[in-house]
């Protein structure tokens, strides 16, 4: 397969194709990208960047994996897709067995979707139309902590961070909810009354109109990399049931191993009334999520007028991602990917710790397979991508963060090239 692509018309790019989050009249450079394969990047002029990011959490077992290329190849001389509406399949049957006997008892009610931020948007209708069900349609309103990223959706993005959310962009078209701040409590301290004492107070004086609390678990990821206790959401759990209000867990980021469990909610033992499941579903092959509900809110979602859950995607289910998830779960389950993790988590500590005594480093934290190094003022992402190609490795900053999250299967030497180009490339801002 190599060289066989015809290359890539980057002027045609340039003019006429929208990246994430840039300008269509100045653009970023891009990088062309020839291929993937393991935990290599090969860009069109033959480059081999070691991929640092897992394409933003998802190809947790590298690129171009033979199982996972199969189970697509095989599924699609079945079918690539058919509606969900009225028939059903072995690919959604199988993902969602998957899926209930991984998570905690009583979440066994699946919801496919297409991306992540759609799931978030049903996870938000299913707590309203919960409450509605229950006769109280002024339960609406959503509860969140700041520094949280959900999606960028018009609900999704309405929980988002309100400072790096576009929230004074689109203030009046988008629903305005309420925020605590964020935990401040780290992973590894307690959380004692006074780190949660801003949430407590809001769901008091608002229980009244918030239909949930949604929250990213252990992780905040996208809203700034911050690892929090997870005690945390123990004493969120008790005071959601105390007040009356869901509690959705968005685990788009953090589920299937990237924290050191399978989900980050393991690491509190903490059930939420709602799970929100994407990115490394798929293993990072295909755009695919999940909504699931436990049993009693889904029943209750029911039970009210007009007695169904009001959503439903053209591409509900597709049978290709469906399968392509079972074959990712598969692989999970056939090696120990927590040592893995581990090892990761080992690597990085003592790959990125140096960075602490530089003058322009906040701070350094490492949790799983996550390494964040946060910068005291945000990077230019043109210049310093350019100064991680040339180091052979592919790292994409945002703000005042540079961040490894690797693909699994990484071998210890390639982890400790990503950390040598974070080490030099933070340094020369020196
Ligand atoms: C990426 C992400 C989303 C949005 O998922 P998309 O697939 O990009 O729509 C939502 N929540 C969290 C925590 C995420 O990391």
Same mark, same amino acid.
């Given at each position: 397969m190599q060289g066989s692509s015809a290359s890539i018309d980057l002027e045609?790019?340039?003019?006429?194709?929208?990246?994430?989050?840039?300008?269509?009249?100045?653009?970023?450079?891009?990088?062309?990208?020839?291929?993937?394969?393991?935990?290599?990047?090969?860009?069109?002029?033959?480059?081999?960047?070691?991929?640092?990011?897992?394409?933003?959490?998802?190809?947790? +077992?590298?690129?171009? +994996?033979?199982?996972?290329?199969?189970?697509?190849?095989?599924?699609?001389?079945?079918?690539?897709h058919v509606m969900f509406g009225g028939l059903t399949h072995a690919p959604a049957v199988n993902l969602a067995k998957l899926l209930a006997g991984l998570l905690p008892g009583a979440l066994g009610k699946v919801f496919y979707s297409d991306s992540g931020s759609v799931s978030v948007e049903v996870a938000i209708k299913m707590a309203i139309q919960y409450w509605a069900a229950l006769g109280r349609p002024d339960k609406k309103r959503l509860l969140t902590v700041r520094s949280g990223y959900h999606g960028d959706t018009f609900a999704a993005m309405s929980v988002c961070d309100p400072e790096t959310g576009m929230h004074s962009l689109f203030r009046g078209a988008m629903a305005e909810q309420y925020f605590a701040e964020a935990p401040l409590c780290r992973f590894d301290e307690p959380c004692g009354e006074d780190d949660i004492a801003d949430l407590g107070m809001k769901l008091e004086r +608002?229980?009244?109109?918030?239909?949930?609390?949604?929250?990213?678990?252990?992780?905040?990821?996208?809203?700034?990399?911050?690892?929090?206790?997870?005690?945390?959401?123990?004493?969120?759990r008790e005071l959601c049931d105390r007040f009356g209000t869901l509690l959705i867990f968005d685990e788009i980021a953090t589920g299937f191993g990237r924290t050191g469990k399978m989900f980050a909610l393991? +690491?509190?033992?903490?059930?939420?009334?709602?799970?929100?499941?994407?990115?490394?579903?798929?293993?990072?092959?295909?755009?695919?999520?999940?909504?699931?509900?436990?049993?009693?809110?889904?029943?209750?979602?029911?039970?009210?007028?007009?007695?169904?859950?009001?959503?439903?995607?053209?591409?509900?289910?597709n049978p290709l991602a469906c399968s392509v998830a079972c074959a990712s779960i598969g692989l999970l389950e056939t090696f120990d990917w927590q040592t893995s993790v581990k090892l990761i988590e080992n690597a990085l500590r003592s790959g990125l710790e140096p960075c602490r005594k530089l003058r322009c480093?906040?701070?350094?934290?490492?949790?799983?397979?996550i390494g964040v190094v946060e910068l005291r003022n945000p990077v230019d992402i043109s210049v310093m991508q350019k100064?991680?190609?040339?180091?052979?490795?592919?790292?994409?900053?945002?703000?005042?963060?540079?961040?490894?999250?690797?693909?699994f299967i990484i071998p210890e030497g390639e982890i400790e090239v990503l950390c040598s180009a974070v080490r030099d490339v933070v340094a020369a801002m020196e």
């Open positions: 045609f790019d340039r003019f006429h194709l929208w990246h994430p989050y840039t300008s269509i009249t100045s653009p970023l450079p891009v990088y062309p990208v020839r291929r993937a394969s393991g935990v290599y990047i090969e860009l069109e002029d033959g480059t081999r960047l070691v991929d640092g990011m897992s394409s933003w959490w998802a190809a947790i +077992h590298g690129y171009n +994996h033979p199982v996972l290329n199969e189970a697509i190849l095989s599924q699609l001389g079945d079918m690539s +608002h229980h009244g109109e918030i239909a949930a609390v949604i929250i990213e678990p252990v992780v905040q990821g996208a809203g700034g990399m911050r690892f929090y206790s997870p005690q945390y959401l123990v004493r969120l393991e +690491h509190a033992l903490v059930v939420p009334d709602i799970i929100c499941l994407g990115k490394a579903l798929t293993g990072g092959y295909m755009t695919l999520a999940a909504t699931v509900a436990t049993s009693g809110v889904a029943e209750t979602v029911c039970s009210g007028d007009p007695g169904l859950f009001m959503h439903g995607p053209t591409f509900m289910a480093v906040h701070d350094v934290r490492v949790l799983g397979a100064e991680f190609v040339r180091r052979g490795v592919w790292v994409r900053p945002f703000g005042r963060l540079v961040y490894l999250m690797p693909p």
